[in-house]
């Protein structure tokens, strides 16, 4: 089992930044691959970026790159979303999510590789 517990959210002017953090408990954070998603009111669940196990490893949904940077701190068990340039269409509840993967390097793009979620944190952009 793992928990997640997002944190961070809030809301921001465009142009401005947020950080989200996932902290994880239950097992070894080393051996979980994780990854952020986002849902707007009205939309689908989206990938938004990625993270292997090691970390060496990072995906990102085309919106956001450039703007958006994935890392993770296996020491401290939390995976971050620095989150810069935010634009109104980027408001969503954000979600984290963990999968247990035996691939160091390896990253998970659909929201059906992920077993574990958290209860999200909302991101609101004003324009």
């Known amino acids: 089992q793992v928990q997640l517990v997002e944190s961070g959210g809030g809301l921001v002017q465009a142009g401005g930044s947020l950080r989200l953090s996932c902290a994880a408990s239950?097992?070894?954070?080393?051996?979980?691959?994780m990854g952020w998603f986002r849902q707007a009111p009205g939309k689908e669940r989206e990938f938004v970026a990625a993270?292997?196990?090691?970390?060496?490893?990072?995906g990102y949904v085309d919106s956001v790159k450039g703007r958006f940077t994935i890392s993770r701190d296996n020491g401290l068990n939390t995976v971050y979303l620095q989150m810069n340039s935010l634009k109104p269409e980027d408001a969503a509840v954000y979600y984290c999510?963990?999968?247990?993967?035996?691939?160091?390097?390896?990253?998970?793009?659909?929201?059906?590789?992920?077993?574990?979620w958290g209860q999200g944190t909302q991101v609101t952009v004003s324009s």
């Open positions: 993270i292997s196990r090691s970390g060496d490893s990072i």
């Open positions: 999510a963990a999968k247990f993967t035996t691939y160091r390097s390896r990253y998970f793009l659909n929201n059906y590789d992920y077993t574990y």
């Open positions: 239950g097992r070894t954070f080393s051996t979980i691959a």
